[in-house]
Nanobody, 120 residues
Framework: HVQLVESGGGLVQVGGSLRLSCAAS????????MGWYRQAPGKQRELVATITDGSYLRYTDSVKGRFTISRDNAMNTVYLQMSSLKPEDTAVYYC??????????????WGQGTLVIVSS
């Protein structure tokens, strides 16, 4: 069983910055991909950014140039540095990890979500 624990959300003013963290623990063997998704009120969950264990990056267009995803493989942790935040970035941000466990099972884990509110 793999657990993801997020931290770093909160209230920030327009143009401000926040850094989200997500640490994986438990029966982790390797995490081939880690990423961040978000869900705004009344909208579907959408991909924000992902990073593979080979450091291949992917961003949704709306955050390119403002958000940076990174990971610490030794710590099984993924980060999302968010800058130049806009009101439309307000959402619950979810961490996701995919890979395999020590016991040989596929890992497809989600965090509990952390709320980011950008106020104008």
């Amino acid at each position: 069983h793999v657990q993801l624990v997020e931290s770093g959300g909160g209230l920030v003013q327009v143009g401000g910055s926040l850094r989200l963290s997500c640490a994986a623990s438990g029966d982790v063997f390797e995490l081939n991909i880690m990423g961040w998704y978000r869900q705004a009120p009344g909208k579907q969950r959408e991909l924000v950014a992902t990073i593979t264990d080979g450091s291949y990056l992917r961003y949704t267009d709306s955050v390119k140039g403002r958000f940076t995803i990174s990971r610490d493989n030794a710590m099984n942790t993924v980060y999302l540095q968010m800058s130049s935040l806009k009101p439309e970035d307000t959402a619950v941000y979810y961490c996701h990890a995919g890979g395999s466990s020590v016991s040989g099972f596929l890992v497809d884990a989600w965090g509990q979500g952390t709320l980011v509110i950008v106020s104008s």
